[in-house]
């Protein structure tokens, strides 16, 4: 992408912002949010925009952020803004590609299509993508960009614990957990997975010896933390010396680590594209380099 | 509006779906929500729709229920619907008509037009328009159709405090006070408001004898009801025997109901657009009566 170009972010995502600016050589566009007592926002942008605009807000969370984002976004074109780029490391609302049952709203689709009705680009990490083979389908904008966690997050393990035994709590994760583990040639497996609901989750292992292992659980999103829960205690029950964690995503609701700890698992790395205390890796080089790569 | 037609609402808005649906000979249709603990929605529409749709929703507390109008009016005109009109007695975001310093998003104009793409038609009650003249200049939709609830409100003021003196905020409210004390002949008067943010304001009471009156504060919206008690402050200390309220929209954020009773204030009425204990009339008839009015 030709320069100038400023990367706005509220005060939320600084730190965020300040790593990926320095890796982009982007401006800092600070963006001002004020909650009135009835709950409606009032944003302010920098008062004059350049021509290429990039903005960062990742999606967890997701409702009163994407009130933000068709605020801010048709704002900025009135500012200037000719090309407008979202950088959402955490894409939300990408699970739900079909309807489940006759009636439900295709989650997907529909935010899908917001999105590309504010942007031009959308890059982000890991989207939880099933049914859909690319992005784009689901966020139809000229150039959707898919960057994964998982490399970076293999070359942790590879230094933390360099025998481990990579396990995915699920078979969606299977790919995903072979390419990371191809890397390093680390051994690896994937669970089987059964859902009752948001918060019951019956977890089966694979075959295989699990005794004197290090193991190191990874998936692209930590939510509740239940699964994880599971497969940790089937795990060390098996034998396994050691089982830590090692996540994309970590929206960590609620009490999440606070269970995590308690069944046992050690250590828990996450990359940085939401901000929380486990983060271990940095996206920001990727997502420069994604930048870098946009034809405008 | 030809029948049959459904009426779409969330179980948080039951009570005043009924009551429309009676006035307005509609079927009733609930939709399901629920809440993963990452903050998503999932929302269930009836499985089939017919052509002409109604959607419930008042917009207190807003920005959630944006995003649930953007799936559901999706959703619904996949099911089947060809005419969507929004009920939102409440209608948010109407303040921020202007950048009032430059960058700041003009929040009216893009949540209305963010409304007019998703519905035919909008009904909404005494929306907060100052300089803007009609609500299709902030909603864009073929159909908009403004209601006001003081003509209710000042038969119940009528029939409480026969001799009231009607009292409004401010000079915005002075045209809508005029009207409502016109209607049973009532005194009236408009005070001065300063506001220094939005828990900050100053308010000078007009010339006048308030000495043994039985005042009615008089308004479209009570929020924080710092606006309120200041009136009712001054109020009473100019001799004023009893001072209640009676507002169309009962937002009443946070500790504002227990202000106003530390005040001093009475009685306080409100309309049904936002379900409160202090609701004592309903917009229902007036709501049917717009949607029998409306050409699909």
Known sequence: MSSPAVL????????????????????LGPMA????????LKLRLPAALPEHVVVLRTLDHPNEKLVELLLLARTARELGARHLTLVSPYLAYMRQDIAFTPGEAVSQRIVGQFLAGLFDAVITVDPHLHRVATLQEAVPVPQAVVLSGAPLLANLV?????????VGPDEESAQ???????????????????????RSVTIELPAGNFSGRAVVLLDDVASSGHTLVQA?????????????VAVTHALFAGDALQLLSEAGIGQVWSTDCIAHAS???????????????LTP
């Open 232 to 244: 940790a205690r089937l795990l060390l029950a098996a034998g396994a010396t050691s089982v830590d």
């Open 176 to 198: 995903w957990i072979a390419q990371a583990a191809a890397r390093h040639g680390f051994d690896h497996a994937v669970c089987r997975k059964v859902r009752h609901g948001d």
């Open 279 to 293: 983060n271990a890796v940095s996206m920001a080089p990727a997502i420069a380099a994604a930048l870098a790569g």
């Open 8 to 27: 706005l972010h509220f005060d939320d995502e600084l730190a965020s912002a300040q790593r990926i600016a320095a890796q982009a050589g982007l401006t």
């Open 33 to 40: 949010r004020h909650r009135f007592p009835d709950g409606e």
């Open 158 to 166: 590879a230094q933390q614990r360099p025998n481990a035994l990579l």
